[in-house]
């Protein structure tokens, strides 16, 4: 058994590691690199292995930087098969085109400005991927993964997909590999879900394996109360309205904004905030992922999957609305106050928010409410660090919003968490990814004698 680390190496994007095993190639994740301009160029360097020997790509979740490169992977040669859950293969789909999108959006904002003063020197580069190359990657999604059932992938090679609890259709992959007698067991965590959270059930942890190679997003942190964070969101709600602002919350398009509808939906039933309020869904592909979340309720935690089938919505607020068209959305800028926008991306790296924060950040009865992770060098994590003004769209904006973080509502299992799932494995050797060096240090301490091993970029172990 061999494992190489190819991405969220000492980051906590681009995951991407290969395991060598029994005669196969598996590459577990194949996520993009997200954040500033110069992590965002790894994404065209090599992946550091043939992509055209890889028999299987494991898929642990829809996030892009899970499963953002896969179209490069199949442009550059990859003829196996991507196996993953019933609800990660309908969201990588939106998630892999809306990248194309994105991608070519670029590309043709690079070309339009090739040559002026301000990018002399630079060629206008290609689109990273095109729609139609991730249309081709959608058709090596062979073979769907339930939970808790072993799937043959080769003689003596099995694999079984655990709820991760993260987003819908997460799981974290456990693999098998027998020969002569020995058997030897890894397990990727994939990105481990905080067990507080209400959609979801908690991460189902798998069996013991020799080997973990486990995301440390949250490592050095422990979470507040989920409780306390839903309190924090309804009074920055009603402090903003009181004043006749607006509330705007960057937000990822999976899970975080249907998990936001579903506060929403349950603060205006509990009479915690008013029947008055707008809410707009700014965001085409949140608005299909929450389509997609409706078609799958048998993912849910008890309780939500209760409310489904009692013929309610769990994501339906009153004086909702969803806008796809731009159009729509340039009209929620006329709006000064009284509602709640949600817009991506996340990070504010790009998307309709930044819209948003143009036509808000500068008002002193706004609120924007940060609710995920902020990697360094983004906008988001500019204005987190106190930024006194900001450049949008060649304005420089003054920040006079209040600025508010509630990370109760994290994707991501904090330290305690992490250390209960990792313990629980009993792993003679432990991998460190998906996290900032300075957290996993802290993690690897946590962790105490176990193994630990905090792979660079490209290191590959024999096991
Ligand atoms: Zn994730």
Redesign the pocket.
């Known amino acids: 058994m061999k494992v190489s680390f190819h991405g969220a190496a000492q980051g906590v994007t681009g995951s991407c590691h290969l395991l060598e095993c029994g005669g196969s190639k598996i590459l577990i994740d194949c996520g993009l690199y997200q954040g500033g301009k110069e992590l965002e160029e790894e994404n065209a360097e090599p992946f550091g292995f043939d992509p055209a020997e890889i028999d299987y790509v494991l898929l642990?979740?829809a996030?892009l930087?899970?499963c953002g490169r896969l179209p490069l992977l199949v442009n550059q040669g990859f003829k196996g098969k991507i196996i993953a859950t019933a609800a990660t293969k309908e969201l990588a789909r939106i998630v892999l085109l809306d990248s194309a999108h994105l991608q070519e959006e670029e590309a043709l904002h690079r070309a339009r400005h090739a040559g002026s003063s301000r990018h002399k020197d630079k060629a206008p580069a290609e689109a990273l991927y095109t729609t139609l190359d991730a249309l081709n990657t959608l058709e090596y999604f062979d073979g769907t993964a339930n939970y808790g059932e072993a799937m043959t992938l080769a003689p003596g090679l099995s694999t079984t997909f655990f709820d991760a609890g993260?987003?819908l259709g997460?799981a974290s992959i456990f693999i098998e590999h027998q020969a002569g007698g020995n058997s030897r067991r890894i397990v990727f965590s994939?990105?481990l879900g905080n067990a507080e959270r209400p959609l979801l059930r908690a991460p189902h942890i798998p069996h013991h394996a020799e080997v973990v190679v486990m995301e440390t997003t949250y490592g050095d942190r422990i979470h507040k109360r989920m409780d306390d964070s839903i309190h924090e969101l309804y009074s920055v709600i009603t402090d903003t309205f009181a004043r006749g602002g607006n509330v705007i919350i960057p937000t990822f398009a999976?899970?975080r904004a249907q998990e936001l509808l579903y506060f929403l939906h349950k603060g205006v039933a509990d009479g915690a905030l008013p029947t008055t309020m707008h809410v707009f869904l700014d965001s085409p592909m949140a608005i299909s992922a929450t389509q997609i979340f409706e078609r799958h309720p048998e993912g849910y935690a008890p309780e939500i999957a209760k409310i489904f089938r009692g013929g309610n919505d769990p994501f339906m607020v009153p004086n909702m609305r969803f806008t796809r068209e731009s159009g729509d959305s340039m009209s929620i800028n006329m709006i000064s106050g009284g509602a709640v926008i949600m817009a991506g991306a996340g990070m504010c790296t790009g998307g309709r928010i930044r819209h948003h924060l143009q036509h808000n950040l500068w008002r002193n009865n706004a609120s924007i409410v940060f609710v995920g992770f902020a990697s360094e060098g983004t906008l988001a994590r500019r204005i987190i660090d106190g930024a006194s003004s900001v450049h949008l769209f060649g304005e420089e904006i003054v920040v006079r919003a209040n600025i508010h973080t509630i990370n109760g509502f994290s994707?991501?299992a904090d330290q305690p968490e992490l250390l209960a799932w990792q313990k629980e494995i009993r792993p003679d050797m432990t991998f460190l990814v998906h996290g900032e060096p300075d957290t996993m240090a802290h993690f690897a301490t946590a962790l105490g004698s176990t193994k630990v091993e905090m792979p660079v970029l490209h290191q590959a172990y024999s096991l």
């Open positions: 642990t979740h996030h930087d899970h993260h987003i997460s994939g990105d999976l899970e994707a991501h």
